[in-house]
Antibody, heavy 115, light 107 residues
Framework: VQLVESGGTVVRPGGSLRLSCKAS????????LSWVRQAPGKGLEWVAN????????FYADSVKGRFTISRDNAKNSVFLQMNSLRVEDTAVYYC?????????WGLGTRVTVSS | EIQMTQSPSSLSASVGDTVTVTCRAS??????LAWHQQKSGEPPKLLLY???RLETGVPSRFSASGSGSEYTLTITTLQAEDVATYYC?????????FGQGTKVEIK
């Protein structure tokens, strides 16, 4: 099982960014996927998750209306579109697989929001 | 939102000791409770799920128990490689939430 995130970079406040996560080693379309972030020196914060066929999405209040999670089962990929970025969105963003519990994590991609 | 509170925030123990971490939820989570280990510079790793079920490949010195809103993680015979931060996570009610973490160090 592998989850490989990409797309993290430095972006200005108010800017947008799209993170990608490419999965391999398992049957992608039977699992919920999620994004979890970790601000520098802080704990883990669940951001969003998406159902097996993409028809259901849930978000943390802190990102609702600004972030959108989506998936492409044909490409074994999940995405996080982040708009109206704020300084407090600075974090390592992890892609994760859910089986109820979060059972597999990617290595993460770093997003820095700074002017 | 269910709040998860871990105690202690950090602990220092000797190799071979038994250590216990407690996780308290602001309401019952019906055993939908997982424990993750995060070593410095690495992503988290699932240790246990469903309150007490050991993930495949995790050493048996890790165990967990609890019910309702109170859960514990126990590491028996602490090893040097267990230095890490441990997080509880409830997956009973969205938004999933994590405890603030317990940092385990070797004395």
């Amino acid at each position: 099982v592998q989850l490989v995130e990409s797309g993290g970079t430095v972006v200005r406040p108010g800017g947008s960014l799209r993170l990608s996560c490419k999965a391999s080693g398992f049957t992608f379309n039977i699992y919920w996927l999620s994004w979890v972030r970790q601000a520098p020196g802080k704990g883990l914060e669940w951001v969003a998750n998406i159902g097996k066929d993409g028809s259901e999405q849930f978000y943390a209040d802190s990102v609702k209306g600004r972030f959108t999670i989506s998936r492409d089962n044909a490409k074994n990929s999940v995405f996080l579109q982040m708009n109206s970025l704020r300084v407090e969105d600075t974090a390592v963003y992890y892609c994760a697989r859910e089986v109820g519990a979060t059972d597999r994590w990617g290595l993460g991609t770093r997003v820095t929001v700074s002017s | 939102e269910i709040q998860m509170t871990q105690s202690p925030s950090s602990l220092s123990a000797s190799v071979g000791d038994t250590v216990t971490v407690t996780c308290r939820a602001s309401q019952g989570v019906n055993n939908y409770l997982a424990w993750h280990q995060q070593k410095s510079g690495e992503p988290p790793k699932l240790l246990l799920y469903a309150a007490s079920r050991l993930e495949t490949g995790v050493p048996s010195r890790f165990s967990a128990s609890g019910s309702g809103s109170e859960y514990t993680l126990t590491i028996t015979t602490l090893q040097a490689e267990d230095v890490a931060t441990y997080y509880c996570q409830q997956y009973y009610s969205i938004p999933w939430t994590f405890g603030q973490g317990t940092k385990v160090e070797i004395k």
